[in-house]
């Protein structure tokens, strides 16, 4: 079945300890992104990869990692969490970046940063 | 920079009624847009999308039409059911300048009672 497929699902951690959400698709998809979901914000583009090794920033990167090591994985890291990272994080994907193709997306990871 | 606005929720409708949700954009080229729906304790999915001006989108009885002279991509159905109840969301992707940024609305929860 194709799917993008995030871990974990939630997350309830303090601040300052270094935390990863692992995000893997197995639809050979060249481009991945990361998005945070807030009330009344929508969501916001925090990276994109555009393919292995290219990554750039989106809208709201402050306090985020990515990298891109393999197609199939993009996992984000929180070097440093803070209480404002609090939120839903959805990653998804699409073949290639042309205005027909819909991004798939997993199913979120809700953070809680204490 | 680019930039998408939609109608505030929750909206609320008996199942059969006509639904429109409002979605006004900015960009500096030419975007694609696109709707997304996301049900509860799910990811988003595509709903539907329309590339260039004057195109249609069209999906499970929704409809939006791509009107670059009002900057807008209002969702339409002519006749709800339970199962529309969702949150949607206008977003759209503006290739010509930032390559990969995806802007998303705050999204419209919809709430259809039998």
């Known amino acids: 079945e194709a799917q993008v497929t995030q871990n974990p699902r939630y997350l309830i951690t303090v601040t300052g300890k270094k935390l990863t959400v692992t995000c893997s698709q197995n639809?050979?998809?060249?481009?991945m992104s990361w998005y945070r979901q807030d009330p009344g914000l929508g969501l916001r583009q925090i990276y994109y990869?555009?393919?292995?090794?290219?990554?750039d920033k989106g809208d709201v990167p402050e306090g985020y990692k990515v990298s891109r090591k393999e197609k199939r994985n993009f996992p984000l890291i929180l070097e440093s969490p803070s209480p404002n990272q609090t939120s839903l994080y959805f990653c998804?994907?699409?073949?290639?970046?042309?205005?027909?193709?819909?991004?798939?997306f997993g199913d979120g990871t809700r953070l809680s940063i204490l | 920079g680019d930039s998408v606005t939609q109608m505030e929720g929750p909206v609320t409708l008996s199942e059969e009624a006509f639904l429109t949700i409002n979605c006004t954009y900015t960009?500096?080229?030419?975007?694609?847009l696109f709707w997304y729906v996301q049900y509860p304790g799910e990811g988003l999915q595509l709903l539907l999308k329309?590339?260039?001006?004057?195109d249609k989108g069209s999906n499970k009885g929704f409809e939006a039409t791509y009107r670059k002279e009002t900057t807008s991509f209002h969702l339409e159905k002519g006749s709800v059911q339970v199962s529309d109840s969702a949150v949607y969301f206008c977003?759209?992707?503006?290739?010509?300048?930032?390559?990969?940024?995806?802007?998303f609305g705050a999204g419209t929860q919809v709430v259809v009672t039998p």
């Open positions: 960009a500096t080229g030419y975007p694609s």
């Open positions: 329309a590339t260039k001006a004057d």
């Open positions: 990869s555009m393919n292995v090794e290219v990554t």
């Open positions: 639809m050979n998809h060249e481009y």
């Open positions: 998804a994907s699409s073949p290639a970046l042309l205005p027909n193709q819909p991004q798939h």
């Open positions: 977003a759209l992707s503006d290739q010509t300048d930032s390559w990969g940024k995806f802007q």
